[in-house]
């Protein structure tokens, strides 16, 4: 190639979006900049797929510390923390890309390292369980 420039798979930087197809399959965003309008709605959606877990996670708290269920209640409660889980689960993996590309520009760059870190986690859904 001349100068030295390696041609870049689109999939290298697209980001993987909190929804998928109406056959199940997931969805990307090409070339985004972070800014446009399906950026920020895919924000939002990941903002509420993570207080939706949380919230949903202090509500299974609820149940089990009552020890009284039945055997269906445990299994629907099962299944929306398996539902939960997979988003946050899509967002985690979502959220790690981004970061790992950021820290590989900012490398391209010259800088010395990528974005800040933090104990609090990101802004959206940061309450932890309880251990």
């Known amino acids: ?13 697209a980001r993987l979006l909190p929804w998928t197809s109406p056959d199940g399959k997931p969805c990307y965003l090409l070339d985004g900049t972070g800014t446009g ?8 959606v990941e903002a509420e797929q993570m207080n939706s877990a949380a919230d949903f996670m202090a509500e299974a708290c609820g149940v089990l510390a009552g020890r009284a269920w039945t055997p269906g209640e445990i299994h629907l409660l099962a299944v929306e923390l398996n539902e939960h889980l997979a988003k946050v689960h899509r967002v985690s993996r979502s ?37």
């Open 1 to 13: 190639m001349p100068n030295g420039i390696v041609p870049m798979n689109p999939m290298d930087t």
């Open 37 to 44: 309008y399906v950026s920020r709605l895919a924000d939002r």
């Open 95 to 131: 959220r790690g890309a981004r970061l790992l590309q950021l820290e590989s520009e900012a490398e391209e760059d010259g800088e010395d390292g990528g974005p800040e870190r933090s104990d609090a986690g990101e802004g959206s859904g940061g309450s932890r369980p309880a251990r």
